[in-house]
Nanobody
C-alpha cells in the first residue's frame, strides 16, 4: 500500500517554470512505477510522464510535454517530482501523482494509488 501526498501547484505566467513534488509512504515505494497525470476541465485524465521503479530508470512523456517536463524520483526519500519548464496556457490542469505496483507501465488503469491533485494554472 502506498499513500501519496502532493502539496503545491500554483499560478505561473506562460514561459515560466514550476516544480511539483509528491511524497509517498510505504516501504514498497522503490518497487513501484510512478507517474504524473493531469486533467483539464472537460477533458480526460492523461498521462504526462512516467518513470520506472529505479531512480534514473526508464521514462516516458506525452508528446505535448517532451523537452519541457522532466520526471525524477528519489527512492531514498520516497519522493517523485515533475519539473515543468516553458509552461503554456494549455498546461493548465489538475496534476496528480500516481503509483503502479509494478516496475514499469504507462497504462493508466494499472496505476492504483493516487495523490489528491494539485492545481496548476498558466496565464497567458
Amino acid at each position: 500500500q502506498v499513500q501519496l501526498v502532493e502539496p503545491g501547484g500554483g499560478l505561473v505566467q506562460a514561459g515560466g517554470s514550476l516544480r511539483l513534488s509528491c511524497a509517498a509512504s510505504g516501504r514498497t515505494f522503490g518497487t513501484y512505477a510512478m507517474g504524473w497525470f493531469r486533467q483539464a476541465p472537460g477533458k480526460e485524465r492523461e498521462l504526462v510522464a512516467a518513470m520506472a521503479w529505479s531512480s534514473g530508470g526508464r521514462t516516458d512523456y506525452a508528446d505535448s510535454v517532451k523537452g519541457r517536463f522532466t520526471i525524477s524520483r528519489d527512492n531514498t526519500k520516497n519522493t517523485v517530482s515533475l519539473q515543468m519548464n516553458s509552461l503554456k496556457p494549455e498546461d493548465t490542469a489538475v496534476y496528480y501523482c500516481a503509483a503502479a505496483p509494478r516496475p514499469w507501465t504507462i497504462v493508466t488503469t494499472e496505476y492504483k494509488y493516487w495523490g489528491q491533485g494539485a492545481q496548476v494554472t498558466v496565464s497567458s
